[in-house]
């Protein structure tokens, strides 16, 4: 049980900073940061 949440508490730790990182590099190339909010609410 505790393996099991740990490894779902890494994953999704993993896919925070994959969509953060997205949205780092989605400003700096377009800066266009309300579109970028837009896309990330349509995503969560």
């Given at each position: 049980?505790?393996?099991?949440?740990?490894?779902e508490?890494?994953?999704?730790?993993?896919?925070?900073?994959?969509?953060?990182?997205?949205?780092?590099?989605?400003?700096?190339?377009?800066?266009?940061?309300?579109?970028?909010?837009?896309?990330?609410?349509?995503?969560?």
């Amino acid at each position: 049980m505790i393996k099991e949440h740990k490894f779902e508490f890494i994953l999704t730790l993993l896919i925070i900073i994959i969509a953060v990182i997205g949205i780092i590099i989605a400003i700096k190339n377009n800066n266009l940061s309300n579109q970028t909010l837009d896309n990330f609410k349509i995503i969560l």
